[in-house]
């Protein structure tokens, strides 16, 4: 189950840096679907990956694998200013070179 933080003043502020310090498998606090509504994703379907490989080039890919071998790949697209993510994901043989041919959805559509 996710928690949720609440932050009321400035020493909860400070609390929320220690325990987000060195964090490294994160997604954005919240998103605007195409109808324009506020979505908060699920930290759960991602728990237990890691970052194992980058492509920070246009667009960037990011690359997951758990320790059951399990990954996903994020990509990251920024146009107009505007970013956009995207994933695809497996339950074997993770093989981040193959990442641009991969076709890529939305998170709930993936997880």
Sequence with gaps: MSESIIITNEEDDKKLDLLTAGVVNTLP?????????QVV????????????????????Y??????????YIMKEETLSGVSSYR????????DFSTRK???????????
């Design 29 to 37: 606090v919240s998103m605007i679907n195409a109808s324009g509504d």
């Design 101 to 111: 041919t991969l076709s890529y959805s939305l998170f709930n559509d993936v997880f």
């Design 62 to 71: 990011y690359g997951y694998i758990n320790g059951a071998g399990a990954w």
């Design 87 to 94: 994933y695809a994901a497996g339950s074997s043989d993770y």
């Design 41 to 60: 994703p699920s930290f759960d379907s991602v728990a237990g990956y890691a970052i194992s490989d980058t492509d920070e080039n246009t667009p960037n």
